[in-house]
């Protein structure tokens, strides 16, 4: 059987315009497989372009050359060369993804932030005045605050803007944003900076419930004790044999 995710002879490029056009080589020749129920941690110092390839992976930046095959329910795609229109489909429906930082409208609640993700998968924003769109908006709301309960965000800041919160309270919108839809693969990028022990023992908890629901996982963990408890291989882009807890 495929994997879900097979990468094979990754390159990027970045050109510096103000350095007379020079090229950086970030990615070189990068390969690996993530099977479904997998969690692969990206490890190795910083600028090896651990980041940049879940950037690549996600479709916030281009691939220069070798392919990124994602199994989904349509078929095979490439995101090497997918489509504006398809990097869209498949955020919806196949690619879930928690960054280091929470991007979201302004004045938008936490509450909305973390639905609308849910409500877009389901097939677009709904409207809460309208009968069954009201309803599906007062379930997804329902579902992205157990989330944000389970997480120990506060509820009086449920309906708040998170633009205003602590790093580790907009990390925890984020990571519930990230997790409330199953995905087939799931990019993350330091999940758990910014948190306190317990709610790092929640998001491990929330990727080992991924993996079992059989997610194909790529993850940047610089804490080792959580990269310990839920990775289930190491790959360093450095091509250096990395060992790895068993789980």
Same mark, same amino acid.
Request: proline fraction near 5%; aromatic fraction near 4%.
């Given at each position: 059987?495929?994997?879900?995710?097979?990468?094979?002879?990754?390159?990027?490029?970045?050109?510096?315009?103000?350095?007379?056009?020079?090229?950086?080589?970030?990615?070189?020749?990068?390969?690996?497989?993530?099977?479904?129920?997998?969690?692969?941690?990206?490890?190795?110092?910083?600028?090896?372009?651990?980041?940049?390839?879940?950037?690549?992976?996600?479709?916030?930046?281009?691939?220069?050359?070798?392919?990124?095959?994602?199994?989904?329910?349509?078929?095979?795609?490439?995101?090497?060369?997918?489509?504006?229109?398809?990097?869209?489909?498949?955020?919806?429906?196949?690619?879930?993804?928690?960054?280091?930082?929470?991007?979201?409208?302004?004045?938008? =609640?936490?509450?909305?932030? &973390?639905?609308? @993700? *849910? #409500?877009?998968?389901?097939?677009?924003? $709904?409207?809460? !005045?309208?009968?069954?769109?009201?309803?599906?908006?007062?379930?997804?709301?329902?579902?992205?605050?157990?989330?944000?309960?389970?997480?120990?965000?506060?509820?009086?800041?449920?309906?708040?803007?998170?633009?205003?919160?602590?790093?580790?309270?907009?990390?925890?919108?984020?990571? =519930?944003?990230?997790?409330? &839809?199953?995905? @087939? *693969? #799931?990019?993350?990028?330091?999940?758990? $900076?910014?948190? !306190?022990?317990?709610?790092?023992?929640?998001?491990?908890?929330?990727?080992?419930?991924?993996?079992?629901?059989?997610?194909?996982?790529?993850?940047?963990?610089?804490?080792?004790?959580?990269?310990?408890?839920?990775?289930?291989?190491?790959?360093?882009?450095?091509?250096?044999?990395?060992?790895?807890?068993?789980?």
């Amino acid at each position: 059987m495929k994997p879900t995710l097979g990468v094979r002879g990754v390159h990027k490029r970045f050109t510096l315009h103000l350095r007379g056009g020079t090229q950086l080589a970030v990615l070189n020749d990068v390969s690996l497989d993530v099977r479904s129920g997998e969690c692969v941690a990206l490890v190795g110092p910083s600028g090896q372009g651990k980041s940049t390839l879940v950037k690549c992976l996600y479709g916030s930046y281009g691939i220069d050359e070798g392919t990124a095959l994602l199994q989904t329910e349509l078929g095979e795609i490439d995101l090497a060369r997918a489509t504006p229109q398809q990097v869209r489909a498949l955020r919806r429906r196949d690619i879930g993804y928690v960054s280091q930082f929470l991007r979201a409208l302004p004045r938008v =609640a936490a509450q909305d932030v &973390v639905a609308e @993700r *849910l #409500l877009d998968t389901q097939g677009g924003m $709904a409207d809460e !005045d309208e009968g069954e769109d009201g309803l599906r908006v007062a379930a997804a709301r329902e579902a992205a605050c157990a989330l944000l309960r389970r997480l120990n965000l506060p509820p009086a800041l449920w309906s708040l803007p998170p633009a205003t919160f602590s790093g580790g309270e907009q990390q925890r919108v984020n990571i =519930a944003r990230g997790f409330i &839809v199953p995905a @087939r *693969l #799931l990019l993350l990028d330091e999940p758990t $900076a910014s948190l !306190d022990a317990a709610n790092r023992r929640v998001v491990t908890q929330l990727i080992d419930e991924a993996k079992r629901a059989g997610s194909a996982i790529v993850g940047i963990f610089h804490d080792e004790e959580v990269r310990d408890a839920v990775a289930t291989r190491c790959v360093s882009l450095a091509r250096e044999t990395v060992p790895c807890p068993t789980n």
